[in-house]
């Protein structure tokens, strides 16, 4: 089962800034934090991780909450085509073992 | 650097029939993982290959399904004995062993009929 839960749907504008949240309460001081997203009839796609700190990249940021109990992806201006499903997973194989999906976040970009 | 690949893409069988799948990853990466995902629900894992072993296969649904990589590139996917619950996307996903990100494939969709 998956060890995180996230809401099922979000909505947005395009070119306003998207906060994704994402809880993993129970997560031990090894597990990183795991976002994907899948667009539709595509399989996932990496967007970022992180362990502690805040990170950045081309695509998103991820803001990890102190305690490490929530994290929120932020994409900072959405696009028509940001709209997809966006997994957040935690994640303590250090990539020698498969990564836990659970439903994930549908989010809809409105024109 | 040309992705994931997965053969076929769509694939309808009869009830009974033995199917296989086939990933090409992305050259130079050691790790490849195969995934089931149903409609509606995230991706769930099967398997995982570093280099040509198999390194975890305790999720894999059933021993219907079996998967190898002989040589360390390609993997295949064989489902024995199709029931219609097998009716899902296969997803195939590699790595490099220095990587903690996984790129996925576009997908085999099965139909079991």
């Known amino acids: 089962d998956a060890k995180t839960t996230q809401p099922n749907s979000m909505e947005s504008n395009e070119e306003e800034p998207v906060h994704l949240p994402c809880n993993h309460s129970?997560?031990?001081?090894?597990?990183?934090i795991h976002w994907y997203r899948q667009l539709p009839s595509q399989g996932p796609e990496y967007v970022i991780h992180?362990?502690?700190s805040n990170v950045n990249n081309r695509m998103a940021s991820l803001a990890i909450a102190e305690d490490r109990k929530s994290s929120t992806l932020i994409l900072h201006r959405a696009t028509l085509r940001d709209a997809a499903v966006y997994y957040c997973i935690q994640y303590s194989g250090g990539g020698a073992d498969g990564l836990t999906f659970g439903k994930g976040t549908h989010l809809i970009i409105q024109p | 650097d040309t992705g994931v690949s997965q053969n076929p893409r769509h694939k309808i069988t009869k009830r009974g029939q033995n199917v296989t799948f086939r990933c090409d990853p992305i050259s130079e990466h050691n790790r490849l993982y195969w995934y089931r995902q149903t409609l509606g629900q995230g991706p769930e894992f099967l398997t995982y290959?570093?280099?040509?072993?198999?390194?975890?296969k305790s999720r894999l649904l059933s021993d219907r399904f079996s998967a190898e990589r002989p040589k360390g590139s390609f993997s295949t996917l064989e489902i024995q004995r199709t029931e219609q619950g097998d009716s899902a996307m296969y997803l195939c996903?590699?790595?490099?062993?220095?990587?903690?990100?996984?790129?996925f494939g576009p997908g085999t969709r099965l139909t079991v009929t």
């Open positions: 996903a590699s790595s490099l062993e220095s990587r903690i990100e996984q790129y």
């Open positions: 129970t997560i031990s001081g090894t597990d990183y």
């Open positions: 992180g362990l502690t």
């Open positions: 290959f570093q280099n040509e072993a198999q390194l975890e």
